[in-house]
C-alpha cells in the first residue's frame, strides 16, 4: 500500500470522559489505548494527529475558579494549556509503541476566526462548570459571560466560530514531509482573531473551534489523502434510534445532504466530510477508534467518497 | 551581519514573577516586554527561544491543589501545560511584531534524565505552594513527596538531574532550517526516563531540569552560533556585592572556572556557558533581557569566548 498522508480526529472523549474519574491516571490508560490503535496508522503512513480537549479545559477552569488568589485565565490561554497537558501524554504514548528513529513532534496550534462570524452573536457551546443561578448573574456582570441553562444548572456558553487559518501550518507541512508524526490543532486549535484596528494585531479569543472543522481545514490544507474523525461510534447512522436504524457504510457529500444530523454530535462531523471530500476529492471517514486500522482500508466506518459528478 | 543560529534561555522571572500578581495580563504585558527586545534578533537571524516555567508551575500547580474533587497531576503534566501556556504567549506576541510571511512554531519539548543521577537520591529544587509542617507530613505520607524548610514554612523539593537528550531535536532542527522562529524546551523541558526494565518505555518524572542547562544542551546539539541567557542582570559578576564587585565583559571558561558562583542563580548559567563555549568553540553571553541586541553584537553582558588554548 502507498504511503498516504492521513489526518484523524481524535474526539475529546476519547482521552477523558467526565462520566469517570478526570484523574491522571485514568486520562493517561486512555491515551495509551489511543495509541495502541494509532501506532499501526504512524508506522504505515504519514500520520497528523488533532484531539479533542472538551473534559480537560473543564478540569483546568474548575481548578483555576478554585484557587481565589489568581483571576482564572482566559479560555484561550486555558486552551494552550491543554494542548500541552494533552499532546504530551499523546506524544509519549504513542513514541514508546514506535521505533526509536521514528520522529515525532507536537505544534501548538493557532486557528484564526474573524470576529464578524455570526457565532460570536449567538454563543452556544457549554464550557467549564455549571453554577447555581446566582454566581452565573453575579459572574454575568463582573465578567460579561454568557450562561445558558444546563439541566437545573447555569454553564458558561462562549461562540463557536468558523475556523479561517491555521497559523502553523507551514511548519506543520515542514515536519510531515521530513516523516514525522505530527500532533496539533488540540481542541480545534487557540482561537485567535486579528484586532478590527488595521494593526495586523492577533490576539486570543474567548470561543471554541469545533474541532471536527478545524482538523478538516488542516487536512484540506495539507492536501491529505484521508481525512479521518475518530469517536466512539461505527459511523454514522440513518433514522438513529428508530426500528429504521442503519449505518451508512459508503456514501458520498450528496447523499449526506438528503439527511438532517444532530447539531451536537454527527452534525459537525458529517458537514467537516462533506467539505473535506469537496475540497479536495479524496475520502473523508467517520468510524469508531477501535477500528481505524480497517477505516483506513476502506472496511469500516461510514467512507465518504466524491460524488461521480463532482 | 551573518545570519546566525542563536538559542536564547529566556529566565522565568521575565515573564512572570511572584512579587506581581500572577494574573494573565501582568504575564501577557511582561511577555509582550520580551517579544519587543526578541523580534530584531528573530528578523535578522535564526532565533531558537528556551524559557523558565518556575512561577507559572507554581500557579498550576496552587490551582490544582484547590480543586479537593481531582488529584493534582504530576510534574512532568504541569509542565507540559506550562509550555503550551508561556509558548502560546511568546508565539502570539512575538508573532505580532515580525513580518507576516516569517514562520513560527512551538513544540513540546522532552528531555531525557537518567534515573540513577545523583540527584535523585538528593532532592532539592523547591516546586509549588508552601504548606505548614503538619500538611507538609500528610503529603509527604499519601504521595511520597519530600519536603524542606523554605524560611518558615515547608515546600515540597524534587530533583534537578541532568538533561541527557532533547527527543524533538530533529523537528527542532528542520523547522529552523526553514526559517522558523522555533520555541521548546519550555522550564528545562518535560523530564522523562527510560523505565529501568530494557523495555524502552519512556515515563514522565517528578523532576525539573535546570532550564540553562537544557538549553545548552539544545544550542550544543543545534551547533548553535551563540548561546544567550538572558536574565533580569547585566552579567557575571565577580566579587557579587562587595566593594570589589565588578562585571565581567569578555572572559573565557578557564577564567570562569578559577571563581565561584551562587548555585541557585549564576552557578548553573555559567556551567552551561562553559559546557557550550568548550562543546562548539562557539561563544555564549549572559546578561540582560533589556540589552540582548548589544549582547548578540558582543557590545554588553558577559561573552564566554574559548580559550585560546581550548
Redesign the interface.
Known amino acids: 500500500m502507498n504511503k498516504q498522508t492521513i489526518v484523524v480526529a481524535l474526539g475529546g472523549n476519547a482521552l477523558l470522559r467526565r462520566s469517570e474519574?478526570?484523574?491522571?491516571e485514568v486520562q493517561r490508560n486512555n491515551v495509551r489505548t489511543a495509541a495502541r490503535a494509532l501506532a499501526p496508522i504512524a508506522e504505515e503512513h504519514n500520520l497528523v494527529l488533532a484531539h479533542g480537549n472538551g473534559p480537560q479545559v473543564g478540569?483546568?477552569a474548575?481548578?483555576?475558579?478554585?484557587?481565589?488568589?489568581?483571576?482564572p485565565?482566559?479560555l484561550?490561554?486555558l486552551g494552550?494549556?491543554?494542548?500541552?497537558?494533552i499532546?504530551?501524554?499523546v506524544?509519549?504514548e504513542l513514541?514508546?509503541l514506535l521505533p526509536?528513529e521514528k520522529?515525532?513532534?507536537?505544534?501548538?496550534t493557532?486557528v484564526e476566526v474573524d470576529l464578524d462570524d455570526p457565532a460570536f452573536r449567538d454563543p452556544t457551546k457549554f464550557v467549564g462548570p455549571v453554577y447555581a443561578r446566582e454566581e452565573a448573574d453575579r459572574l454575568a456582570a463582573e465578567r460579561g459571560w454568557t450562561f445558558r441553562s444546563d439541566g437545573p444548572h447555569m454553564r458558561r456558553v462562549v461562540p463557536s466560530p468558523e475556523p479561517k487559518q491555521i497559523?502553523?501550518l507551514?511548519?506543520i507541512r515542514?515536519?510531515v514531509e521530513?516523516g514525522?508524526v505530527v500532533?496539533c490543532a488540540g481542541g480545534g486549535g487557540?482561537p485567535?482573531a486579528y484586532l478590527p484596528d488595521g494593526t495586523?494585531?492577533?490576539?486570543?479569543v474567548e470561543a471554541v473551534i469545533d474541532k471536527d472543522l478545524a482538523s478538516e481545514l488542516l487536512a484540506r490544507e495539507l492536501g491529505a489523502d484521508l481525512y479521518v474523525m475518530a469517536t466512539d461510534a461505527p459511523g454514522v447512522y440513518l433514522d438513529w434510534s428508530t426500528p429504521q436504524q442503519r449505518l451508512l457504510g459508503h456514501t458520498t457529500p450528496s447523499e449526506l445532504e438528503r439527511h438532517e444530523f444532530a447539531a451536537g454530535s454527527m452534525g459537525p462531523k458529517v458537514e467537516a466530510a462533506i467539505r473535506f471530500v469537496r475540497g479536495t476529492g479524496n475520502r473523508a471517514a467517520i468510524g469508531s477508534l477501535e477500528e481505524i486500522t480497517a477505516i483506513v482500508a476502506g472496511t469500516a466506518g461510514t467512507i465518504v467518497e466524491p460524488d461521480v459528478t463532482d
Open positions: 474519574p478526570m484523574t491522571a478540569l483546568l474548575l481548578q483555576a475558579a478554585a484557587y481565589k488568589d489568581v483571576e485565565y482566559p484561550d490561554v494552550a494549556q491543554s494542548q500541552g497537558m499532546a504530551y501524554m506524544e509519549q513514541g514508546n526509536f520522529p515525532l513532534a507536537t505544534i501548538l493557532m497559523f502553523e507551514d511548519p515542514w515536519l521530513k514525522t500532533i487557540i485567535t495586523r494585531t492577533l490576539v486570543g
